[in-house]
């Protein structure tokens, strides 16, 4: 992956929610928006578990034990390249995905995208994954 033509910057909304994750994650992001080809805004971060709570009666999230608890997962929307607005296709999404698995490549960070889940498909969501609750 190359860089964009463009220079995406990030707005004050994603900026506010990058500072409640980890540094790691925080990083990621940033290089992923300097090596994606589609502009994309953070739209959630870390959550208390009252907000967490709440997703989960809505049917938003499916579990309780979510990584946005402790600031290892962020939630982001790929903006459409022609109207500048929020949408949620797949092909912008996997955009924006492959962006941020080249930037934790490069960062030497795991990152997981929700857009792969075979149980529950969460196109918004990337996070740092539980290494600790992984068996060999």
Known sequence: MTGSQVQFSFSQRSEDYLKTVVPSLEAVARRALVL??????????????????????QGVSRTLYSRHLSGHALDLVPLDPVTGKGRFPRDLAVEVA??????????????????MWADFEDIPHMEIPDMSARTL
Do not use: K, P
Request: net charge positive; hydrophobic share 40%; no cysteine.
């Open 98 to 115: 492959a962006a941020f698995y080249e930037a934790g490549y490069q960062l030497n960070t795991a990152i997981r995208w929700g857009g």
């Open 36 to 57: 994606t080809r589609v502009d994309f805004t953070i739209i959630s971060g870390r959550r208390n578990m009252a907000e967490q709570r709440r997703l989960v009666r």
